[in-house]
């Protein structure tokens, strides 16, 4: 079947002109749209026969739900999709709802009452009351979740969690630290359960178990992080490495560290996740395991405005995987060497 973006390739042009062209939303050069009409016909290329029908009541706007949009790797998740579905010649309004179900009900009120073409929620609690109201109050209304499980009558992206501390499990396992400290996110949160489950896999792997005595649930904030690593460095046996959940709880780990005199990574290695901009620049910089938070904004962006435009079916999950960024505050244990 051709598409759009075999039109835009056959043309030399952006998908974003080719969409401008068929819809008439925005001035495109004479020259241009012959090149684009052209290529059309040369393929044969014909807009999906539901889009074409709903056309006329589409107001190319996406509406997108996040707990708040200062965070760091949403603020990265949020310019990936607004860069892709603008180039697709799409708008987006975001609501911040600080994980607040009132404010969550608000803000979907107030997108839907919009007229939007589909909704983006990316949340640290995924509320599953506030989805049945979504899917209850708009059947129709495409629906991505952005970093959490998949439920029925919605599309899902994120990373391989369990991958990620399965990666994670197997760095510090295999570099020879056996005191290994993990600080989760909240238990309701699905990417936190995942990526818990893959380390505790990884230490099995190394004849491991995972340390009760060395958990700490926390907020994924930079202060819940460095209130868990204050708990785990005050401890009698502290651990020789901490693996944080994400790179905020990291931060508030070497604040931890550094009050305490201790060494990162001479005394105490820590490994973060998520890799945001702020990772590399940190003294030291921070190892963490990478999700790329622009790829995973423009992956969503790119399956609802084909499920919009082309007619394509949403998939159930989309997971994308994770790897490994060594920088240096992950070292080895002190009565080692590599």
């Known amino acids: 079947m051709v598409t759009i973006r075999d039109v835009a390739r056959e043309a030399g042009v952006s998908v974003s002109t080719v969409s401008h062209v068929i819809n008439a939303t925005r001035f495109v050069a004479p020259e241009t749209e012959r090149l684009v009409r052209d290529a059309i016909e040369r393929l044969g290329y014909a807009p999906n026969g539901i889009a074409r029908a709903l056309k006329g009541s589409r107001t190319r706007t996406l509406g997108m739900i996040v707990t708040a949009s200062s965070n760091p790797f949403f603020a990265q998740v949020i310019h990936g999709l607004e860069t892709a579905i603008s180039e697709r010649g799409y708008s987006l309004i975001l609501c911040n709802s600080d994980d607040e179900p009132e404010r969550q009900l608000r803000a979907f009120d107030a997108l839907h009452n919009r007229r939007i073409d589909g909704l983006v929620v990316m949340t640290t609690d995924a509320d599953l009351g506030f989805l049945d109201t979504v899917q209850a109050r708009a059947p129709s209304l495409p629906l991505l979740l952005l970093d959490t499980d998949p439920r029925p009558g919605a599309c899902a992206v994120a990373d391989d969690s369990a991958r990620g501390g399965l990666l994670a499990a197997r760095l510090l396992a295999g570099r020879g630290f056996r ?63 901490v693996f944080a959940f994400n ?30 901009e702020l990772a590399a620049y940190l003294t030291p910089p921070l190892s963490t395991v990478r999700q790329s938070a622009a790829l995973l904004g423009a992956r969503a962006a790119e399956l609802l405005i084909d499920h919009l435009e082309e007619g394509r079916p949403l998939p ?17 244990p002190s009565a080692r060497h590599p």
């Open 179 to 241: 005191r290994i400290a993990c600080i989760t996110g909240p238990a309701r949160h699905p990417r936190s359960r995942a990526r818990l489950i893959g380390f505790a896999e990884g230490l099995g792997e190394a004849r491991m178990a995972l340390d009760p005595a060395l958990l700490r649930e926390s907020d994924l904030t930079i202060a819940g992080g460095y209130a868990a690593a204050v708990s785990l460095l005050d401890d009698d046996l502290p651990p020789d490495a």
């Open 316 to 332: 159930d999950l989309l997971s994308l995987p994770p790897d490994l960024v060594l920088r240096d505050s992950v070292g080895w």
């Open 247 to 276: 790179d905020l709880m990291a931060v508030g780990v070497l604040r931890a560290a550094a009050e305490r005199g201790l060494s990162v990574p001479g005394s105490l290695s820590v490994l973060g996740y998520d890799d945001i």
